[in-house]
């Protein structure tokens, strides 16, 4: 008994278990039913606010509309009544004329018929003096000629008169108004010869006096102009004659600074860099006549290194040494053939470009060659990739800077030890501009760039066969310079 009580006990918790779930969904069903018909009102009424303010905007656009139309339909009334007026207006005009002229009509008619008039009095007076004569002659016979007589003249004029009245055509009229217009030019004609003399003299005599003033002052300004190109030719001469002074004064100075600076060839340790074997000495040709001169430009210097490369033992190798180093040996190589060598500077000291080639066109030499070694850099370092010895001139390619410089790289190309990279012309930045000693320069020129410092081939050919370089550059030099005389 007691186990069944427990299964029903159980069988009725179970059931009201149940039936609280069926509740429970049953109200969260209810509660997703309210919640659906919620959103469903509140969609309805946001639709219903849509269409309300759907409906007051296009109730304003309409009335926007129709004020748009009662504007334009009252510029248009005003429009329209502007034009009535304006065309009434033209109206009155057009008929004010046609009465003015026929009122001038009305009054060469009433001319007419006055002179008319007067005409038929004295035409009257002399019938009626003759009359009179053939009366006394014959008297009965008066009271037959007086009645035709009298009656003749005065029905006349009348008989015209109807005639211009009844008539429609306009011919008369038209003439009438052109008789009235060629009076009234001649009237204005007619006052215009009145018009006093005096005035019209005034104002010719006017124009006159401010055309000979205008002339006079044209006349003082060409004699101005004339005399201030004269004064400025003559301080543009003065101003020539003084540079010419200077540049001469310049040039003597420094013919006498560099005559003075001109010092031995330092000995074989002093000039090279590095300890290295060099290739024998070629034997020296024959010395020339004094006839030659050549200035040797040492690029850089002073505070100005070029190029520098930080070596593995730690020292700097800077272009600046290795310019003048190669200058001095190309130095040494021509004074044996007997050129006359210009030096730039013989020693560290810095030089602007201006000066450089002041003194070669100041001492008229017959070329300029400026030493100078490459570098090249891959992401902000010095790179060994890039080597070689390449020669720059002038953008036009002048055929004496183009021949000397193709027999140098060909002689030192001879020697070996760099790769020939060839002629170049202009700059590395255009082909037709030009670095300053080419653009300045007033003779033949050029830049010699003896490898690269960044290449370490480069610099250990340089070191090896220096001189030997030095000889054949100047021997392509002097041959050179003797085809030039």
């Not at 057009?94 to 008619?109: D, F, G, L, S």
């Not at 070629?282 to 100005?304: F, K, L, M, S």
């Not at 930045?429 to 000693?437: C, G, P």
């Amino acid at each position: 008994m007691a186990s069944k009580k427990k299964t029903n006990e159980k069988k009725e918790i179970d059931e009201k278990k149940e039936l609280v779930s069926e509740n429970a969904v049953a109200d969260s069903v209810k509660e997703d039913e309210v919640k659906q018909e919620e959103k469903t009102e509140e969609t309805k009424t946001e639709e219903t606010k849509a269409e309300e303010t759907k409906a007051e905007e296009t109730k304003a656009e309409e009335t926007k509309a129709e004020e748009t139309k009662a504007e334009e339909t009252k510029a248009e009334e005003t429009k329209a009544e502007e034009t009535k007026a304006e065309e009434t207006k033209t109206e009155e005009t057009k008929a004010e004329e046609p009465k003015t002229e026929e009122t001038k009509a009305e009054e060469t008619k009433t001319e007419k018929t006055k002179t008319e008039e007067t005409k038929t009095e004295e035409t009257k007076a002399e019938e009626t003096k003759t009359e009179e004569t053939e009366a006394e002659e014959t008297k009965p016979e008066v009271s037959k000629v007086e009645e035709p007589k009298t009656t003749e003249p005065t029905e006349e004029p009348k008989r015209e008169k109807k005639n211009r009245a009844t008539t429609g055509s306009t011919m008369p009229v038209v003439r009438e108004w052109k008789e009235a217009e060629s009076e009234s030019g001649k009237a204005e004609d007619a006052k215009a010869e009145d018009t006093p003399m005096p005035i019209k003299k005034f104002f010719v005599g006017l124009f006159g006096i401010m055309g000979t003033a205008l002339a006079v002052a044209v006349i003082v300004l060409a004699v101005c102009l004339f005399g201030l190109s004269k004064e400025l030719k003559s301080v543009q001469a003065v101003s020539a004659s003084l540079q010419t002074d200077l540049s001469l004064a310049e040039a003597e100075v420094s013919r006498l600074s560099l005559g003075a600076s001109v010092s031995a060839v330092a000995s074989d340790e002093e000039l090279l860099p590095t300890a290295t074997p060099r290739p024998t000495a070629t034997p020296r040709p024959t010395a020339a006549p004094e006839q030659y001169t050549v200035c040797i430009d040492a690029g850089h210097g002073d505070y100005d290194g070029g190029a520098v490369l930080e070596q593995a033992d730690g020292t700097l190798r800077m272009e600046k040494d290795d310019n003048l180093w190669m200058a001095k040996l190309v130095q040494k190589e021509l004074e044996a053939y007997g050129v006359k060598v210009i030096m730039t500077r013989e020693e560290d000291k810095f030089l602007e470009l201006y000066d450089r080639t002041f003194i070669a066109n100041s001492l008229d030499v017959d070329a300029l060659i400026s030493f100078h070694r490459n570098a090249f850099y891959e992401k902000g370092e010095m790179s060994n990739k890039v080597g070689g010895v390449e020669i720059w001139v002038h953008s036009t390619q002048p055929s004496d800077a183009v021949r000397l410089a193709n027999g140098m790289l060909q002689a030192i190309k001879n020697v070996g030890g760099m790769k020939n990279r060839g002629l170049k012309y202009g700059s590395r930045d255009s082909f037709t501009e030009d670095f300053a000693i080419n653009r300045r320069a007033l003779m033949t020129s050029m830049i010699v760039e003896l490898g690269f410092i960044s290449n370490e081939s480069d610099n250990a050919a340089l070191d090896a066969y220096g001189e030997e370089y030095a000889k054949v550059m100047a021997e392509e030099i002097y041959e050179w310079l003797q085809t030039l005389y």
